[in-house]
C-alpha cells in the first residue's frame, strides 16, 4: 500500500476552512501518491476506501460541473459503475440515499451506454442533455443533495483517518 502523508498543520487549516477543503485535502494527497489520475496499476495501490474517495471525487467533480451526462460522455462510466464504489457507500460508509442514486443512474448507463459515450461535436455532445432528460432528477438530486453527502464523505474520513492517510 502507498504511504499517504498529511501534515497536521495542513489539515488543521483545512477543517477550519470547512468540510470541502478537508476533504480536498485527502483527495490531494491520494492524487498526488499516485501521480494524478488513478489507472488500474494505481489502483492496485491503494485500499478500499481511498479507492471509494477518488471515484467520489471523480463522481463529484463531474455531476457538479455537467451532470451525469457528462460524467458518462467523459468516460468514467466503468470508473464509477463497474467498482464496488456504490457498495462501499452502502455498506461501509453509510451513505445509502447516495448509494441507491448511483445504482439507478448505473441501469440508466447501460440502457444508453453507447450513445453517451460515442466521439461528438460539441454541439452534439450539448443535445445529449435534451436526448437523456431521463438523467436530469438524479443530476438535480445531487446538487440539491451535494453539501450533506459531502459531509457525510468528510465526516467517514474523520472517524477513520487510518485508513486514508498518516497523520505527522
Known amino acids: ?74 468516460g468514467y462510466g466503468p470508473y464509477v459503475f463497474k467498482n464496488p464504489f456504490a457498495k462501499m457507500l452502502n455498506q461501509k460508509w453509510g451513505m445509502r440515499e447516495l448509494a441507491k442514486m448511483i445504482y439507478e443512474v448505473h441501469t440508466l448507463w447501460l440502457e444508453n451506454r453507447e450513445a453517451l459515450e460515442r466521439d461528438c461535436t460539441d454541439e452534439e455532445f450539448m443535445a445529449l442533455f435534451e436526448q437523456f432528460p431521463q438523467f436530469d432528477d438524479y443530476d438535480d438530486k445531487f446538487v440539491e443533495n451535494e453539501e450533506s453527502y459531502t459531509e457525510q464523505v468528510a465526516r467517514y474520513i474523520d472517524e477513520h483517518l487510518e485508513n486514508f492517510a498518516t497523520i505527522e
Do not use: C, Y
Open 1 to 74: 500500500m502507498k504511504q499517504i502523508i498529511i501534515k497536521d498543520q495542513e489539515l488543521s487549516n483545512a477543517a477550519l476552512e470547512g468540510m470541502d477543503a478537508f476533504v480536498q485535502v485527502f483527495v490531494d494527497a491520494l492524487r498526488e501518491a499516485i501521480g494524478g489520475e488513478p489507472s488500474q496499476q494505481t489502483m492496485e495501490e491503494l485500499n478500499a476506501d481511498q479507492m471509494t474517495l477518488l471515484v467520489w471525487d471523480t463522481l463529484h467533480e463531474e455531476v457538479m460541473d455537467g451532470g451525469f451526462v457528462q460524467l458518462i460522455h467523459n
